[in-house]
T-cell receptor, first 117, second 114 residues
């Protein structure tokens, strides 16, 4: 069965600190997608990144970076020089590849990030 | 370009009642998925609709049903409401096909069952 674990329930940092959000997943599929979403207080899930299982290259987008390691089934997310606006709940998610399946995401429990000024 | 829109934003019902939630997908999207997010939890997949049929279903009882209309909008119906049905209900849409696997989410409907 597919499963996503975000062991960190809450993280609190001071502005400008770097912070890493951990994500560990389980799947028997050889082809799958991994996602990170941000959920601000408004409730809408905001897409941050999608990575497929064949692409282990790390990715950097501005202050955000992602480290995908198949050997440890991890897909960690780092925010560099955090800002108060980064405060939100962050979800890691997993889906099977295939157009009939990708409406279904398996989400982790989420990590609440609080960035203090 | 409007994103995914959901209505109503908040709803209060009592146990045993029935509720209908509505979703309009993002322009150009033909597939709609529904998720239930209990307080402090990650969203859980309820079901997915495209071509006006339920295509995939999560581990939810038959009290949860849905519909998709020819304009791709969708409804989620929940019968015989239980206290445990209190949650944020999220709708997500996407365009089917290998080229675009990204889901866009609405802001949700907060359902409270008293």
């Amino acid at each position: 069965a597919q499963k996503v674990t975000q062991a960190q329930t809450e993280i609190s940092v001071v502005e400008k600190e770097d912070v890493t959000l951990d994500c560990v997943y389980e799947t028997r599929d050889t082809t799958y997608y991994l996602f990170w979403y941000k959920q601000p207080p408004s409730g809408e899930l905001v897409f941050l990144i999608r990575r497929n299982s064949f692409d282990e290259q790390n990715e950097i987008s501005g202050r955000y970076s992602w480290n995908f390691q198949k050997s440890t089934s991890s897909f960690n997310f780092t925010i560099t020089a955090s800002q108060v606006v980064d405060s939100a709940v962050y979800f890691c998610a997993l889906s099977e590849a295939g157009s009939s399946n990708t409406g279904k995401l398996i989400f982790g429990q989420g990590t609440t990030l609080q960035v203090k000024p | 370009d409007a994103g995914v829109t959901q209505s109503p934003t908040h709803l209060i019902k009592t146990r045993g009642q029935q509720v209908t939630l509505r979703c309009s997908p993002k322009s150009g999207h033909d597939t709609v998925s529904w998720y239930q997010q209990a307080l402090g939890q990650g969203p859980q997949f309820i079901f997915q609709y495209y071509e006006e049929e339920e295509r995939q279903r999560g581990n939810f009882p038959d009290r949860f049903s849905g519909h998709q209309f020819p304009n791709y909008s969708s409804e989620l119906n929940v019968n015989a409401l239980l206290l445990g049905d209190s949650a944020l209900y999220l709708c997500a849409s996407r365009a089917r096909g290998w080229a675009d696997e990204k889901l866009f989410f609405g802001s949700g409907t907060q359902l409270s069952v008293l």
